[in-house]
């Protein structure tokens, strides 16, 4: 399945940048610590507008980024020129994770900021990881990472069906005024434990609204011990797992964190 023809995030691209750091940006130097030496290569799955990619980009001696986004994309290269990053130290490029296929390998993968919750099917999940097996050096290792689910499904479900209203979920100042984010739950799936959240980007100067966009997105959502089974029984084996990006314990953090390798 390809949606690639329909960039969901062009109209939320302008704004991305603006919003809080997910995580505080504490995921930037956890994944700089995995880059084991200057000479690795790093594959970004969902790079997005180069958040992660531009920081780690002196880390390594090469970093390609791949995205779905070309106006995430294109806010992306305007990083890596100004900081006079050249594409023969990191390449971006438009392309589907799931349909992935560049003919080389790479010694760290990477999917920040929960792109793999992103994945709406079970083909789609399948293609992510037969991606990675296509990708991974000898030696290699991929990290992914997805939310911890703060309760039960049944209290989850509940919480959701009641968030089906726009609520803010962050101020920022930004240029002559500020940026407002509001999130709903647009969705729930009938029986996965899947959310289609809708997030709102306003932007004000004073009472005024001068800017608006609307990004409908897809998070799937899994439990500590269902997302280490899902790595295992895609032919990897797990090498860490952490409960978020201060090195928490797996199932007591915010985040569900895990590094893993082929096998053997």
């Not at 049944?154 to 500020?178: C, F, H, M, P, V």
Request: aromatic share 10%; proline share 5%.
């Amino acid at each position: 399945m390809n949606h690639m023809h329909l960039d969901i995030r062009a109209e939320a691209a302008r704004y991305y940048d603006l919003q809080p750091a997910p995580f505080e940006g504490k995921d930037i130097p956890f994944y700089e610590s995995l880059i084991l030496s200057p000479k690795a290569t790093v594959l970004e799955l969902g790079c997005g507008t180069g958040r992660v990619l531009v920081p780690l980009a002196s880390h390594c001696a090469y970093i390609h980024g791949v995205d779905s986004s070309e106006s995430m994309l294109a806010i992306c290269r305007e990083k890596l020129a100004r900081q006079k990053i050249g594409p023969n130290h990191a390449f971006i490029e438009k392309a589907d994770i799931c349909q992935l296929n560049l003919g080389r390998t790479f010694d760290l993968i990477t999917a920040p900021f929960r792109v793999f919750q992103n994945l709406e099917t079970d083909e789609q999940v399948d293609s992510f990881f037969e991606t990675v097996h296509l990708h991974l050096a000898p030696g290699g290792s991929c990290v992914l990472n997805v939310f911890q689910p703060f309760a039960d499904e049944t209290t989850l479900r509940q919480r959701w069906k009641s968030q089906d209203k726009d609520s803010i979920a962050w101020e920022q100042a930004a240029g002559n005024g500020k940026l407002v984010g509001y999130e709903r739950i647009s969705r729930v799936h009938g029986h996965k434990l899947i959310i289609y959240p809708t997030l709102t980007y306003r932007y004000y100067e004073g009472e005024e609204l001068k800017g608006e966009a609307i990004l409908n997105i897809v998070m799937r959502c899994y439990y500590p011990a269902e997302f280490e089974k899902l790595v295992v029984g895609h032919g990897f084996r797990v090498l860490n797992k952490w409960g978020g990006y201060n090195r928490e314990t797996y199932g007591n953090g915010p985040e569900l964190v895990i590094q893993f390798a082929e096998r053997g």
